[in-house]
């Protein structure tokens, strides 16, 4: 199993433009979930899912879209993006057997808009 | 509002010395509480998780100690290898099935250098 994947591994923009972070995972979990690592400020959830269709807000949502078409995929829309999105992006994903406690993570996007 | 507060924010340690991070969080519904090792350039991994049914547990050199009354969990690491330096997130979630389901509150990480 390749467990969580994540593409591309760093990703340069320019103020404004959009682009997709990718996520994918094999082991047919029902949830997963973006987070944003800032330096200090730990991992801060973005948005997350419980099963294809279904998707929800996290901490800190505004300017990032979400879909989840297929168990295996969720990827992350930056609409416009700005410099303070600068950060290491991570999908998460767990099974929802025992309350999505376990949380497997991808090796990150590190994403730098200038 | 920081759910789970993480300190310190970074420690060093000599090899063979103990180190130890400590957490406190205030929702009393959190019933899981687990700690990620992230090494520099990789994703957050599960080390070692608790529930408060137990007060220890001790898997190999990484021990949780939970103390319930006081709302506070901590990490030991034992015999501290150079190998052990990483940043460590402390976090809790809680069984609720309904808009917090599988939602990880993290600490803001303590970064921990093993001196050899």
């Known amino acids: 199993n390749a467990g969580v994947t994540q593409t591309p591994k760093f990703q340069v923009l320019k103020t404004g433009q959009s682009m997709t972070l990718q996520c994918a995972q094999d082991m047919n979990h029902e949830y997963m979930s973006w987070y944003r690592q800032d330096p200090g400020m730990g991992l801060r959830l973005i948005h997350y899912?419980?099963?294809?269709?279904?998707?929800d807000q996290g901490e800190v949502p505004n300017g990032y879209n979400v879909s989840r078409s297929t168990t295996e995929d969720f990827p992350l829309r930056l609409l416009s993006a700005a410099p303070s999105q600068t950060s290491v992006y991570f999908c998460?994903?767990?099974?929802?057997?025992?309350?999505?406690?376990?949380?497997?993570f991808g090796p990150g996007t590190r994403l730098t808009v200038l | 509002q920081q759910q789970v507060k993480q300190s310190p924010q970074s420690l060093i340690v000599q090899k063979g010395g103990i180190s130890i991070i400590n957490c406190a969080y205030e929702n009393t519904a959190f019933d899981y509480f687990p700690w990620y090792q992230q090494f520099p350039g990789k994703g957050p991994a599960l080390l070692i998780a608790i529930r408060p049914d137990v007060s220890e547990k001790k898997e190999g050199r990484f021990t949780i100690s939970f103390n319930k009354s006081a709302k506070q969990f901590s990490l030991h690491i034992m015999d501290s290898q150079p190998g052990d330096s990483a940043t460590y997130f402390c976090a809790a979630s809680s069984p609720d099935r309904g808009s917090t389901l599988g939602r990880l509150y993290f600490g803001r990480g303590t970064q921990l250098t093993v001196w050899p």
């Open positions: 998460a994903s767990s099974s929802l057997a025992g309350g999505a406690s376990e949380q497997f």
């Open positions: 899912s419980v099963g294809a269709g279904i998707t």
